[in-house]
T-cell receptor, first 115, second 112 residues
């Protein structure tokens, strides 16, 4: 595997379910990001990790809970979601945190549908 | 407020034709601007990066321009192909780092 991978690619869940999204980067990067992408809207930054430490939580509801066990893996734990949380969830990584010329490399995303 | 606005929101063109996508930004101070291509069901992939001092940069059939005075950028696609059908996202990085500022994207559809 190369680049940034995400599993599952598609997820349908009820509002009372608990599920987790997984992201893995094979680039040796130090920073990882979770974004939410809704139709016709700009990407919304949710969480940022640098060297496994959370450095940013962009006013995200507590029903989204991130976890970064090591610099290569990032999880997003989901519980009691709402239908408006349905979106494409993208994981990204970059060599360093927010360095202006560092390209962010994105995974393919998880298409989440909340019923 | 730092913002990136793209136009048009969507565009349909015939295969082989050229097109130009626009990006206006109000990000200050400015470091660089990237154009990303996002295929359906995939994550965004960087096409070009332009810094303050660069006016134009090409990547195959893609040519990006930047006017830092008017804070405008464009992405010109020459001799479009069906595989160019995608969302094109303009992303601005503030100086000294910090969060990226994303545009809402232009949805391009190339028809045979």
């Amino acid at each position: 595997e190369t680049g940034v991978t995400q599993t599952p690619r598609h997820l349908v869940m009820g509002m009372t379910n608990k599920k987790s999204l997984k992201c893995e980067q094979h680039l040796g990067h130090n920073a990882m990001y979770w974004y939410k992408q809704s139709a016709k809207k700009p990407l919304e930054l949710m969480f940022v990790y640098s060297l496994e430490e959370r450095v940013e939580n962009n006013s995200v509801p507590s029903r989204f809970s991130p976890e970064c066990p090591n610099s290569s893996h990032l999880f997003l734990h989901l519980h009691t979601l709402q239908p408006e949380d349905s979106a494409l969830y993208l994981c990204a990584s970059s060599q360093d945190l927010f360095a202006p010329y560092n390209e962010q490399f994105f995974g393919p995303g998880t298409r989440l549908t909340v019923l | 407020k730092n913002q990136v606005e793209q136009s048009p929101q969507s565009l349909i063109i015939l295969e082989g034709k050229n097109c130009t996508l626009q990006c206006n930004y109000t990000v200050s101070p400015f470091s660089n601007l990237r154009w990303y291509k996002q295929d359906t069901g995939r994550g965004p992939v960087s096409l070009t990066i332009m810094t303050f001092s660069e006016n134009t940069k090409s990547n195959g059939r893609y040519t990006a321009t930047l006017d830092a005075d008017t804070k405008q950028s464009s992405l010109h696609i020459t001799a479009s192909q069906l595989s160019d059908s995608a969302s094109y996202i303009c992303v601005v990085s503030p100086n000294q780092g910090g969060k990226l500022i994303f545009g809402q994207g232009t949805e391009l559809s190339v028809k045979p």
